[in-house]
């Protein structure tokens, strides 16, 4: 199939690399002109603006949105809007608020156009490893454009599958599902994002109390000089507590214990405080991802080593760069 695909930074880039490397065609754009010239030598068809892209693509057009929630993503999908015909699709594959997706999914219909919401997990690791994807939008459209979804997706892999699943539909053991209309997709993904937020807390805290055990405010014979490189390592091999994120902390404390590199600046991208919102109006207690959420406010007068952690993790899966560096 063909796509087009706008914004090739950190996770857009290797969407259209690892579709090519799946037989598909793209058709790309992004304002930093270079990286537009680096996909097009590795076989994309890379163009200058917009009209271009879209004159690029044969109909019916699927159009993929890769940009920072807001205002570039809106601007974006409404000068799209102008471009496209009836029957075209547009997708955004990044961190929109879900209420946002539904008012466009509303207007796009309007204009005879198609709208798709893709909550995408998988950071700067998706071309090795596939994108976990959380689509919302018309059904019929998703499933027209899953040889797209399936190619980006992890696929089986060597995760066991789950002992007495019953599934008609297996998507979601290759890492990807039709959560619902639009919106749905961005809502899991929100959800999921804060259950990382809890997550990566969690770590970050149980790792500051072992890094210091050696405190001089303890009794010397209380006194633990703990290799926390070595605990993250064991923690990976067999613990309940083993995951991606663990491996991310072990890769972080193998190569900087002291995590010097890191000041503890946790910066939020938007789905946490959004998850919080959710669980407000749904009335549901969120003491966890609530907390967890103000400990990065918290971090940005006053980094811990716990904070450093959470710092490392984001950068490892995301590429994410601390508050204020650049």
């Not at 090519?20 to 097009?40: I, K, P, W, Y």
């Not at 405080?273 to 207690?285: C, G, H, Y």
Request: glycine share 14%.
């Amino acid at each position: 199939m063909q796509l087009g695909i706008i914004g090739l930074g950190r996770m857009g880039g290797n969407i259209a690399r690892r579709l090519m490397l799946n037989g598909h065609q793209t058709v790309v754009f992004d304002r930093n002109t270079e990286f537009v010239s680096t996909l097009a030598a590795e076989g994309a068809q890379g163009v200058a603006d917009l009209p271009a892209l879209v004159a690029g693509l044969e109909k019916p057009r699927a159009v993929w949105v890769m940009l920072p929630a807001g205002a570039p993503t809106e601007d974006t999908i409404d000068t799209l809007s102008q471009l496209l015909e009836p029957g075209d699709v547009i997708i955004d594959g990044g961190n929109t608020y879900y209420k946002d997706d539904i008012r466009r999914a509303r207007d796009l219909a309007q204009k005879g156009l198609k709208y798709i919401d893709v909550g995408t997990s998988g950071g700067v690791w998706g071309l090795e490893r596939g994108y976990c994807m959380m689509i919302g939008g018309d059904a019929d459209e998703v499933l027209r454009l899953d040889p797209l979804f399936a190619a980006l997706a992890p696929g089986l892999g060597s995760i066991p599958r789950t002992k007495d699943r019953v599934a008609e539909d297996d998507r979601a053991e290759r890492g990807y599902i039709h959560a619902g209309p639009a919106g749905a997709g961005h809502f899991v993904k929100m959800i999921h994002n804060g259950i990382e937020y809890g997550m990566m807390q969690a770590f970050a805290e149980g790792f500051d109390i072992l890094k210091t055990k050696s405190s001089e405010i303890l009794p010397e014979d209380q006194r633990f000089d703990l290799n926390v490189a070595d605990i993250a390592e064991v923690w990976r091999r067999g613990s309940v507590v083993s995951s991606w994120l663990l491996d991310l902390t072990a890769d972080a404390l193998a190569g900087d214990p002291k995590l010097e590199g890191f000041s503890g600046s946790v910066a939020d991208s938007g789905e946490g405080r959004w998850t919080i919102e959710a669980a407000m109006e749904q009335a549901v207690p969120v003491p966890v991802l609530s907390n967890s959420l103000f400990s990065r406010y918290r971090s940005r007068g006053q980094g811990t080593y716990g904070d450093k952690l959470l710092s490392a993790m984001r950068f490892g899966f995301g590429g994410h760069v601390e508050t204020g560096k650049k």
